[in-house]
Each structure stands twice: as C-alpha cells, then as structure tokens.
C-alpha cells in the first residue's frame, strides 16, 4: 500500500472520530449559524439586487441614534421592533386560552432587510399582523391576521425629532404610516413621546399616541415603565384610551419577567351585551409575563398568565394564559 493511499485513509478516519466526537449541542450551533449567516446573505443579495435600480445618493445620511435599552432589546417588545433598524428574521409560534372565550394557536413571521446598499435610510419589511388580547386595540377591533410587506424609510433626525416613513400593502390594500418619536430627560427620568399615523385605502385615517415614561431602578436590570395611550380612526365613534403601568427585571442574561396592570377605555364604547354608549374604563387587566431563552439564546419561551375583567363579559375574571416560542435568526 502506498503512502498515499495510507494518508488518505488517515484523514478519513481522522475524520470519522472527530465526527463522533462532535455532539448534538454542537452540531445544532453549526447549523444555526450557517442558517444565519444565510438569512443575512439573502438579505444582502436583495439589497443588491434593489441596488440596481435606485441611484445611489449620499446627500441624505442618516443620523439617528438608537437609544434603545437593555430591557427593550431582551423581551424585544413592540416599541424596540418599531425603532431598531438590524436584519433578523423571526419565527413565533403561540397559544392563547381564556375562560371566556375559545382557545387560539397562532404562528407569526417578521423579517426586517435594511438596503445598506440602496439607501442607508431604507429597509425592506415583512410581517404578519397580529391583534394581542391584551392590546388595547383588541377592544373594538375584530382580531385579524394579514401578512404586510412594504419599505421603511428612517428620515436623518430634526431638531431630535425622529421619523420614520413606510408604505406597504396588506390584504392586498396599499397603506402609508408615519411615526415621529422625541427623546427627554428629566433627573431619572426618560420621556419618550410618539405619535403615528396611518391612511389605509381600506380603513381610511387612523391616528395614535404613546407616552412612555421609563426610569431604569437597579444597575439597568429593572425598569419602569408608564404608557399613556390614546387613539382615533375614521368611520368609529369616539377615541380609545387607556394606562400602563409595567415593571420589567432581567434576572440574567438569558431569563426575565415582567408584570402590567393596564386601564382601557372609550368615549363612545359599544359591547354585544349593551349597544348604548360608555364614556369610562371598561376594561381591567393584569398580565405577568416570564421570558427565558430555552437551549440557546436564538431560542426564547415566554410565559403568560393574566386575567381581565371588561365590560363585555359584566366585568366577570376572565382567565387568560399565553404560550409563545420565538426563533431568531440573525443580526438580532
């Protein structure tokens, strides 16, 4: 036998040990790896491909400066998906129970391209639209899914005034939406306002406003928070508001809680059971959330259990449990 011959079946057996050796934490690592650094290559590869259209231009360099928290970009609440501009892709695979009403399983996909190439400002958006039970939006509005895909555009800050513009289509109906958001100190106090509209060819002008107040409490693990919300849109009576008071602790790295009591209500409400109007709070809500990423940090499960009382249901505990998985592949 030649030396050759002996050296080839060296590094086959070389080969074969080592892949015995290699567990299955490990190979599980490699391919998520190699799927991420996929996600970004296609990204990357649309971002060309758009390139080829659009002119490059360099008189319109963004300026924003993210400010985003370490409890945002843990529990990756809707308030960071809003302002972050990294690619990822995430996977959510939920259930929802309730006393009062049936059981729910639910998937949702969102995916975030920025077109580094194209313009440093854009990004490409795909995402399932998803009412929560404890959104106060779910209130008057039927809980619907469709799947959204449009483009981001991040205008360079104004006066500090952050803005960002999409405009994008969903159920086959074309949409736009503007968000302006302004950050304020005050001693240990973070005042974050927004404001967003939304003109749909197919529920006409909608309108919204957050008020968030934020005040970091231990070594920024801990933070609390108080939303202030209000919302208006055409062809409904009255405007939607409600109160948010939300504690939020990061126990490491890879686990983490928080707990909210919510107050919702409408000038001009109407239930099923009672069709004359409401002007005060008709429903209460208390929701305590645990997230933990599970095996991986890619990996995250979160726990829900809450329970509300609204005036649909004669104010009667309505028992609610949320049950949700989310992959992440990525940047993010």
């Known amino acids: 036998m030649s030396l050759r011959v002996m050296a080839l079946l060296s590094c086959l057996l070389l080969n074969i040990y080592a892949s015995e050796e290699c567990t299955f ?3 599980v690592d490699e391919k998520h790896k190699k799927f991420s650094r996929y996600v970004v290559k296609v990204f990357d590869n649309v971002d060309k491909s758009i390139s080829r259209w659009v002119q ?53 996909i969102r995916a975030q391209i920025p077109l580094n190439r194209t313009k440093k400002s854009f990004q ?18 039927v809980k619907e899914r469709s799947t959204a895909v449009g483009i981001n555009f991040f205008a360079p800050v ?48 909608s309108e919204e406003t957050n008020l968030y107040f934020n005040r970091a409490l231990v070594d920024e693990r801990s933070l609390f928070r108080t939303t202030l919300y209000r919302k208006t849109q055409s062809h409904v009576d009255g405007f939607d508001y409600a109160v948010t008071f939300s504690y939020y602790l990061t126990l490491s790295s ?46 995250s499960l979160e726990l829900g259990p809450g329970i509300s009382f609204h005036r649909q249901y004669g104010y009667e505990p309505n028992y609610v449990f949320q049950f949700n998985v989310d992959f992440y592949f990525g940047n993010i």
């Open 124 to 141: 490409l958006f795909i995402e399932d639209v998803e009412k929560n039970y404890f959104d106060p939006e779910s209130s008057t509005e």
């Open 158 to 205: 104004y006066k500090e005034i952050k803005s960002k513009y999409s405009i994008g289509i969903s159920s086959f109906t074309p949409y736009a939406k503007a968000r302006y958001s302004k950050d304020f100190k005050l001693d240990n106090w973070i005042i974050q306002p927004t404001q967003q509209f939304k003109y749909s060819l197919k529920t006409d002008w």
């Open 254 to 299: 890879k686990k983490g809680f928080s707990i909210s009591q919510q107050f919702w209500g409408n000038s001009k409400y109407k239930c099923e059971v009672a069709p004359q109007n409401y002007n005060g709070i008709s429903n209460y809500s208390t929701s305590v959330s645990w997230r933990q990423n599970v095996f991986k940090q890619w990996i």
């Open 25 to 27: 934490e490990q190979y």
């Open 56 to 108: 490059e231009s360099d008189d319109n360099e963004t300026s924003e400066d993210e400010t985003l928290t370490h409890i945002d970009k843990f529990f990756k609440d809707e308030k960071f998906i809003e302002e972050t501009q990294m690619s990822f892709l995430r996977l959510r695979l939920g259930s929802e129970f309730q006393s009062k009403a049936d059981e729910d399983y639910r998937y949702k």
